[in-house]
């Protein structure tokens, strides 16, 4: 089930968007890769919660990128930087493409995801552990954004700008029976890792 935070995060967003096609709160793990001692300056441009580093939205992340994906965040070590964040345009409608799946078929479903969009070990076990935790209903939906959607649900700014740079907003759907929809096959763009790169993965649980 989600924790303290998320729960927090669901209930102050669900205020704020209802009437829109999604009312829960996101999630949001970003991943960074690049030559090690590169400094690099984010701001996220939408109200985040719950960051797993100190963060002023004023200033945003110092970063300085190390070894295997590992980089410091204002003075903090780091995998990734994880925040629940406010939807920069609220009444984006729901994908009609993506898969339905059962609960026991959905960590290979999600395995055939990752693959399709190359992400990495890392990756695909945050992908999986998240949903894990979150999706425990016995028929799900899973799809997700384009990359120009996504960009545009959660904006982020980098100085420098990456030579890579992907950011996929997932959407899960849940329900207790199986529901009559259509959903068409999602188109996947794999990512390419080429210098400083940047690869945002969230979710938005409906």
């Not at 924790?3 to 829960?24: S, V």
């Not at 939408?46 to 204002?74: H, M, R, W």
């Not at 925040?83 to 009609?96: A, L, N, W």
């Not at 120009?148 to 700014?157: A, D």
Request: net charge positive.
């Amino acid at each position: 089930t989600p924790n303290a935070a998320y729960n927090k995060c669901f209930r102050e967003q669900g205020k704020k968007i209802m009437g829109g096609a999604l009312t829960t709160c996101p999630d949001s793990p970003l991943y960074l890769y690049g030559s090690e001692g590169t400094n690099v300056k984010i701001m996220i441009g939408t109200p985040i919660y719950s960051p797993n580093v100190k963060y002023d939205p004023e200033i945003g992340f110092d970063i300085i990128l190390g070894k295997n994906g590992n980089f410091v965040a204002n003075n903090s070590l780091v995998e990734s930087l994880t925040f629940d964040y406010s939807q920069s345009i609220k009444r984006v409608h729901e994908p009609t493409s993506g898969y339905l799946v059962t609960k026991e078929k959905m960590i290979v479903k999600l395995k055939e995801i990752s693959k399709a969009f190359s992400f990495n070990a890392k990756e695909t076990e945050d992908f999986i552990s998240y949903a894990q935790k979150n999706l425990v209903k016995p028929y799900i939906q899973i799809s997700f954004y384009d990359d120009l959607t996504s960009k545009k649900i959660l904006p982020i700014y980098f100085d420098p700008k990456p030579t890579s740079y992907r950011n996929i907003v997932f959407y899960f759907k849940q329900f207790e029976t199986r529901p009559i929809i259509k959903l068409t096959e999602p188109i996947f763009e794999k990512i390419y890792r080429d210098g400083f790169t940047a690869i945002e993965i969230s979710y938005i649980i409906h």
